[in-house]
């Protein structure tokens, strides 16, 4: 039987399965709690002492990439309302997401979820999936185009969140990691014209730019 061909999905919004409350009258993200004492903030230049430490340490035990410093604060310091957090009931770092916003190639506003990490015995409570569905949320309010992120090949349930949350894998990366390992590109296709400007799909095929054929949808 031949592979049917997906089209790509736009979204208007995606609706977290429990709604983010305790907006300010400035637009910003106050926090939420969630069941079993987790809670959900939204980093700010005051986390910095607190957090940023513990932020660092998590991320370089969950990726493979060491980051300096300045790679965190070029982030924080920028798109500081695009990383958020997860606490348990004592404040400690459980997981964060951390993105930016920003335009691509002159045609298209562009989020890109840069980094993802949750504590190895606090995964499968569905942490990750509420922290990238915030981080989504909060780029679409302020008028993202499309969303893009890498992970790598190996990290099968990276992919199956991402995919899950409508994420299409757009581009293979070979050895885009300092470790050696390939990365898939995901985009997530907010508005129609995002997808129109990509160009991704052609003829029914989702296009590869790593190759010079084009390649049925994977």
């Known amino acids: 039987m031949a592979e049917q ?3 790509p999905l736009v979204v208007s919004h995606i609706q977290s399965p429990n709604p983010i409350t ?14 079993g004492g987790l809670q959900y903030i ?7 002492p607190i957090y940023l430490s513990a932020i660092r340490q998590l991320i370089s035990t ?12 070029y982030f924080l310091y920028q798109w500081g309302d695009l990383c958020f957090m997860a606490l348990d009931a004592q ?12 335009p691509h190639r002159g045609e298209l506003l562009r989020g890109y979820i840069a980094m993802l990490a949750v504590k190895e015995e606090h995964r499968g409570k569905g942490i990750a ?32 969140l991402y995919e899950r949350l409508g994420f299409l894998r757009s581009k293979r990366l070979h050895r885009y990691y300092l470790n050696g390992n390939s990365a898939f590109r995901f985009v997530l296709f907010v ?20 190759y010079s054929s084009l390649s049925p949808s994977m």
Do not use: C, W
Not at 191 to 210: C, I, L
């Open 42 to 48: 939204q980093y700010k230049s005051e986390h910095e």
């Open 191 to 210: 508005k129609e014209n995002a997808a129109e400007a990509r160009n991704v799909y052609k003829y029914g095929h989702r296009y590869d730019e790593n």
């Open 129 to 160: 999936t509420r922290l990238v569905r915030m981080a989504i949320d909060h780029m679409i309010e302020r008028d993202a185009d499309e969303i893009a992120l890498e992970t790598e090949v190996t990290n099968i349930a990276a992919m199956k």
């Open 62 to 73: 969950d990726l493979s990439e060491p980051y300096s410093i300045y790679v965190y604060r």
């Open 91 to 102: 404040d400690n770092l459980l997981g964060v997401v951390i993105s930016k916003l920003e």
């Open 22 to 35: 305790g907006t300010a009258a400035d637009g910003s993200f106050q926090g939420s709690k969630a069941g």
């Open 5 to 7: 061909i997906i089209p």
